[in-house]
């Protein structure tokens, strides 16, 4: 296909209220929050639009539209899952409740390098904290650092018992 046909397919698509509306509606009910429904239906249309710049045939484009408009809202709340996952496994118990606590108030406050060069931590500790920082999930560490999910589990787990010593000491 040629860019201006492309660019017009896409305009077409876009200016279609009824499915713009109708992707927007199905990313609401799987997420319940408009924003991120918004963000999920403009990425799906960016996903048609790169499809069809690199010269691949889309047949049927709605259709196209729809199913990765719903796998990125399930991916969307995959990572929140997720991320609720770790705060409920840091509210397991007190201590690791108040570390979380601690954690969040250092963050907030751009404490971060003054407590992280008390730690001593270790270049891949610091990797690992930083993909922590950007909320990534076990599985996409475990990927990128090319290793398994259990051992970014493990790590995760021995990265917050320094942050409780630490906390401990700062008390």
Known sequence: MKKKSIEGVIAALF??????????????HVLQNNA???????????????????GKE????????????YRKAVDVLRKRQNSLQYVAHCKATF??????????????AGEWNHWLSQLHLTNDELV??????????NQEIAQV?????DEIRKRKFSLKRKFQKLVKRAS
């Open 58 to 69: 889309v047949a049927n484009m709605p259709g196209f539209l729809w199913s990765t408009c």
């Open 15 to 28: 200016n279609d209220q009824k499915l713009y509306k109708a992707l927007l509606a199905k990313a609401q």
């Open 128 to 137: 690992l904290f930083e993909y922590i920082q950007q909320e990534y999930t």
């Open 95 to 108: 201590s690791s409740s108040q570390t979380c606590r601690q954690m969040k108030r250092f963050e907030q």
């Open 145 to 149: 650092l090319n290793t398994a999910p």
């Open 36 to 54: 991120e429904s918004i963000d999920v239906v403009n990425d799906a249309y960016i996903k048609l639009f790169e499809e069809l710049n690199q």
